[in-house]
């Protein structure tokens, strides 16, 4: 079993800045994945990132690839969304999902049924 708890998530203006927080704890290995997704009121989740636990692999949605990057503290076990230059249609539901074992990034990653575990989402404003 893997718990993921979401922190960081807050009203921010646009154009500012944002970190989101991803801990992980459990029964975590180096095949796990790990993927950010979102979900505005009245959408469906949409996927934002995509990482593997040894950090050799990423992928971003193009919706936020040049402004939004992910990343692994090797030292802990907590996964980072840093998010800069928000703007209004970022606002949404953060959550962070986790796979025991590697997806394809592009033709696995980006669908939520694929991914095992998830956070209960933290909350992001961009107001403009």
């Known amino acids: 079993q893997v718990q993921l708890v979401e922190s960081g998530g807050g009203l921010v203006q646009a154009g500012g800045s944002l970190k989101l927080s991803c801990a992980v704890s459990?029964?975590?290995?180096?095949?796990?994945?790990i993927a950010w997704f979102r979900q505005a009121p009245g959408k469906e989740r949409e996927f934002i990132a995509y990482l593997n636990w040894w950090g050799g692999s990423r992928s971003y949605a193009g919706s936020v690839e040049g402004r939004f990057t992910t990343h692994r503290d090797n030292a802990e076990t907590t996964v980072y969304l840093q998010m800069n230059s928000l703007k209004s249609e970022d606002t949404a539901v953060y959550y962070c999902?986790?796979?025991?074992?590697?997806?394809?990034?592009?033709?696995?990653?980006?669908?939520?049924?694929?991914?095992?575990?998830w956070g209960q989402g933290t909350q992001v404003t961009v107001s403009s």
């Open positions: 459990g029964s975590i290995s180096s095949s796990y994945a």
């Open positions: 999902a986790a796979s025991p074992t590697a997806l394809d990034r592009y033709a696995a990653a980006p669908f939520p049924a694929k991914w095992m575990y």
